[in-house]
């Protein structure tokens, strides 16, 4: 209703859906392109400066090494689009991956073996969710708590010593490659995959995710226009725990043992790959692709540090810099876009 | 008065009680509003006109009090109940998620479904962009594509849009907070115009305004509030300077017609 042409009347309709970037270009936003070509520039630099980077094997293994992060990271994603963290993904991965891998080894079929892995992943979103939602903790505080929980409870089931001797069709589930054409791929990249396009457009299509995205922007918005914002993060960490078990279960075939310290500190990495990808610690901004970007970037850094012979005690720093460079960029980011309305 | 006309008012609130901690902001209002009716809620600061209307959108739950819509006593325990009575509200604060776009925060609540399976349900974007780009072009609004996001208009497209989005749905009950706070003098006369015509369509509307020649020119009756009480109730009549001057006694505490000392019946 602002400056309208003079004696206009009813006429001259402005709004107008015409006239628009096309959907390729709509669908990545500035912050995935930037990530995206400097991903695209590290590879290139590591591809010419390694002969060892830029071959089948390594790409594969490094695809496999991040798939178990970057499924989690999906997970984390939706709770930070809600303004949420969950800081216990880690735990629930060495958790979940020790349920599965136990019964596994006293004879539940695989399938159930799976299946009680993830019950137990969703069951810890399902306590962070509630945590955050009737209790009212901040989410920081609760799945805090919960990491800690989950790791206890892993050393206390095992006493501190790793299971070993995982049935041979368990471990087929991180181990297995499937040929693509003459590809060999891993089974965890495909899960990963698929993972990715299901939550990428559950959250740009569906009715929840819209409203994942709106809990974030503005809570007292969404919830005066009849959203469920308390359901809405609930579901959340719920997703979130049982995407973090996929990724535990898949890390513990892959390694064929399901050992209590298993996946310290991957909250961290997980937390990273999100935000390295462009979802915005203050909710409501990012998506899928760009933490899948994000979550690819994180790993080839560690393979590429290894690869140039960045010494080893050293490397936990460089990523942390890393990290600490992508969120201020975010937070810059954020601030411009405020500045320029 | 109004109230003893013979038809049922559309909203009648019956002694409507809030407290913030300490903070008594309504302390047992009644309100009413007839179908078809203007009606102009004025005040000072912090008088309650917010809180009061909150409460009728579901947004606040009273402490205290009953709400009846066409007669019938209902119970507001969210604003999904409110939206499904068919009352929206303009909030003064906009009350959009600044991160998705116009057509989204049109929708945002009843997105159209294309298809839905249990849970799932898939969005008709499509639809919601297309009817958006309908209403904002009825109602004038200048927004260059319903495709931007909110954080990109300025205060009065924002307005614009949340005034569009309580306007949309053919609700029974409109409230608007300040609807013209952040607009231009031609942009209050758009939102002026579309008050009449919401009117016109058979709309009930609840205006809470600090510019009284607003209430005055489109508002039916006019309802005082002063520290979380009635203090006056009655229809808009006169010219503009003996309305305000009347309007303004109210608003500073100098007449009262609910007061309990000065009972004054009329
Ligand atoms: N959510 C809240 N928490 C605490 N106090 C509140 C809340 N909402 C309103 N109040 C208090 O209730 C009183 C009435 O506020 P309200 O917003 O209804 O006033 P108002 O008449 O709309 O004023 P204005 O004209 O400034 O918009 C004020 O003292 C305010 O501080
Ligand atoms: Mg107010």
């Known amino acids: 209703m602002q400056e309208r042409a003079a004696g206009a009347g009813k006429s001259a309709p402005s709004a107008q859906i015409t006239r628009e970037r096309p959907a390729w270009r709509r669908s990545i936003n500035v912050q995935e392109l930037g990530i995206l070509v400097i991903f695209l520039l590290w590879v290139i630099f590591l591809s010419l400066a390694t002969d060892t980077f830029l071959t089948t094997r390594n790409v594969f293994n490094m695809l496999r090494a991040f798939s178990w992060i970057a499924i989690a990271a999906f997970g984390q994603c939706m709770v930070i689009l809600t303004a949420g963290i969950d800081l216990s993904v880690g735990s629930n991965m060495a958790l979940s991956g020790l349920a599965a891998a136990m019964l596994a080894v006293n004879n539940v079929p695989v399938p159930l073996a799976v299946l009680g892995g993830l019950v137990t992943g969703g069951l810890i979103g399902l306590i962070n969710g509630l945590l955050v939602t009737r209790l009212r903790l901040p989410p920081f505080i609760a799945t805090l708590g919960m990491l800690s929980i989950a790791r206890g409870v892993t050393y206390g089931v095992t006493g501190g010593w790793p299971v070993r001797q995982l049935p041979p069709e368990f471990n087929q589930i991180g181990q297995l490659d499937i040929m693509v054409g003459s590809w060999p791929v ?36 969404a919830r005066v226009s009849g959203i469920k914002t308390q359901s809405v993060k609930l579901f959340v960490y719920v997703s979130c725990g049982v995407l973090a078990a996929i990724g535990g279960i898949l890390m513990t075939a892959r390694l064929g043992v399901a050992a209590p310290t298993a996946a310290e500190g991957y909250e961290l990495d997980i937390i990273a790959a999100a935000v390295i990808g462009g979802v915005s610690l203050f909710g409501g901004e990012g998506t899928i692709l760009g933490v899948l970007i994000g979550a690819a970037l994180m790993q080839t850094i560690r393979t590429g540090l290894n690869l140039l012979g960045f010494p080893t005690y050293w490397q936990p720093a460089a990523i942390g810099a890393v990290i600490l460079l992508a969120v201020t960029f975010d937070q810059w980011r954020k601030r411009r876009s405020r500045s320029v309305r | 008065m109004t109230a003893t006309t013979a038809t049922t008012p559309i909203v009648e609130m019956r002694n409507i009680k809030k407290s913030f901690g300490a903070v008594q902001a309504l302390r047992g209002v009644d309100l009413t509003l007839m179908h078809n009716e203007v009606l102009g809620l004025v005040g000072d600061n912090a008088a309650g006109k917010s809180t009061l209307m909150k409460v009728l959108s579901g947004a606040y739950i009273p402490d205290e009090g009953e709400i009846y819509l066409e007669g019938k006593r209902v119970h507001i325990t969210g604003p999904d109940d409110a939206r499904r009575l068919g009352i929206e509200m303009v909030y003064q604060d906009f009350m ?35 009817q958006s780009q309908q209403l904002l072009r009825r109602l004038n609004i200048n927004v260059s594509s319903v495709r931007l996001k909110v954080e990109h208009l300025s205060g009065g497209q924002r307005q614009a849009v949340a005034i569009g989005r309580a306007t949309a749905f053919n609700a029974k009950v409109i409230i608007m907070d300040e609807p013209t706070a952040a607009l231009s003098v031609s942009a209050i006369g758009q ?24 209430i005055h020119e489109v508002g039916d009756r006019v309802v005082v509030l002063r520290h979380g009480r009635k203090v006056a109730d009655y229809p808009v009549t006169g010219d503009v300077q003996s309305f305000r001057e009347r309007v303004v006694s109210y608003m500073v505490g100098a007449r009262d017609d609910f007061s309990k000392v000065v009972a004054e019946e009329d």
């Open chain 2, 96 to 130: 959009l998620a600044n991160n998705l776009d116009v057509a989204a925060n049109i929708f945002l609540g009843r997105e159209v479904v294309r298809w839905a399976l249990g849970p799932i349900r898939v969005m008709d974007k499509r639809a919601m962009e297309i």
């Open chain 2, 191 to 214: 939102v002026l115009d579309l008050i009449r015509e919401l009117k016109a369509q058979g709309a009930s509307i609840i205006i809470i305004s600090h510019r009284l020649e607003d």
């Open chain 1, 186 to 221: 891993p089974l965890p990249v495909i899960v990963m995959l698929v993972l990715a396009a299901l939550v990428s457009l559950f959250l740009s299509r569906t009715v929840t995710g819209r409203h994942i995205y709106a809990v974030g922007g503005n809570e007292e918005a």
